[in-house]
């Protein structure tokens, strides 16, 4: 199988201590790959467990999302196992990311869902997040004083941290790109609101069939 060149290359470096977006440049990439791409806590969990119903064509599939549809991105993970993981599938893949657009390769024969999120919502989902981690990573972005950790959220830097800053450029990355028949882009509160819908625009754009869902 001949390899897929990607339409875009990175234009900017969102490297971080947890993540490596240059990682992608060892992925073997298939003709309709989906990508979920959201920053972190915006849903990325929720839309590919989605997509392993639609593709199994059963409700209760073994998801494993991390596992059979890993963030390409993050470091823990050998590279060479991931992509060993995923070249083994045999049926329609997905993984995810939480770098921004300008900072992943675009395939026109891949699939992109983004997901955005009030990024308050983000923030304060975050700190939970990274409260309730068995091992210490990130925890001087979220200090324990709330008002400590809005100004960091508001002012600094570190794309893993997933700042205001972060959020708002991979929004912008996924601006430029609307209107590609390739990217869906979603909102929190309106999959929240309608679920139903969401998963019809999921699996229309995904060129998947629709399960009713119990």
Known sequence: MAKLTPFETPSEDF???????????GLAVR??????????????????????????????????ISLKSPWIDIK????????????????????????SYQGLPWWSELRYISVYRHPLDVHFSYRRHVANMSFGILGEFFPDDPRESCTLFLEGDNPDAMPLKTIVAHHKGALARRGRENL????????????????????????????TLS
């Not at 490297?15 to 440049?25: A, F, H, N, V």
């Not at 823990?76 to 770098?99: G, I, M």
């Not at 979603?186 to 399960?211: C, E, P, T, W």
Request: no cysteine.
């Open 76 to 99: 823990f993970r050998p590279l060479e196992d991931v992509a060993a993981r995923l070249e083994a599938q045999d049926h329609r893949r997905q993984f995810k990311s939480h770098t």
């Open 31 to 64: 003709e309709g790959d989906i990508v979920v791409n959201t920053p972190a806590k915006s849903g990325a969990t929720w839309v590919q467990s989605i997509l392993a119903m639609l593709i199994a064509q059963d409700t209760n599939v073994a998801a494993q």
């Open 184 to 211: 869906l882009m979603l909102r929190y509160n309106d999959m929240q609101r309608d679920f139903g819908k969401a998963v019809r625009q999921i699996a229309g754009m995904s060129a998947l069939s629709y399960l």
């Open 15 to 25: 490297s971080g201590s947890l993540s490596d977006p240059s990682r992608w440049d």
